[in-house]
């Protein structure tokens, strides 16, 4: 298997992952919050749905400038070599706060956000079929509190961010009411 197709696929059983356990919820549940300032299961996946579509948006920008030959990023790789966990590790406090861009704003029932996170594999998908190996250390795409990063590990965050939010939705479960 093709590095793309492995990274796509890794994002595809987080997604998963994350989808099973979302989807085991009463709307209720999934509304539920344990104070006003935290996030529930909606507000997380929203959240997911709107960090991902803007990565993978981001990163077909980046593919299509590099196609046309405009410059994509100049400056120093700081990230060089390292692994998403080792990036983040570096870079984020312990509670970040999203970037209004990918902050929850509409709410809605989990139904909805589910299925619209569900559907993003298909532009990953259709990202992975355009990218080629060799692409994946030599395009940069800035994240916006981890700074540049390549298309590995974006596709990396991908799988991390999800895995992130499926651990505080694990964590909403284990508080909420019977």
Do not use: C
């Amino acid at each position: 298997m093709n590095q793309v197709k492995k990274l796509i696929s890794e994002v595809l059983a987080a997604r998963n992952r994350y989808l099973d356990t979302v989807r085991q919820l009463s709307e209720a549940q999934a509304q539920w919050k344990p104070s006003p300032d935290v996030w529930n299961v909606v507000d997380n996946t929203e959240h997911l749905y709107w960090a991902e579509h803007g990565a993978i948006l981001g990163m077909w920008k980046v593919l299509q400038a590099a196609r046309e030959g405009k410059k994509i990023w100049e400056g120093e790789m700081i990230h060089k070599g390292l692994s998403i966990e080792e990036i983040v590790a570096k870079t984020w406090k312990s509670k970040e706060i999203a970037p209004a861009i990918a902050a929850p704003r509409l709410g809605g029932p989990i139904g909805f956000w589910a299925a619209s996170l569900e559907s993003l594999q298909v532009e990953l998908n259709a990202l992975g079929h355009e990218l080629h190996d060799d692409e994946l250390e030599s395009l940069i795409h800035r994240h916006p509190i981890s700074g540049p990063i390549d298309i590995r590990q974006r596709f990396e965050f991908l799988r991390f961010h999800i895995d992130r939010h499926l651990n505080q939705v694990e964590e909403l479960k284990s508080n909420m009411p019977v």
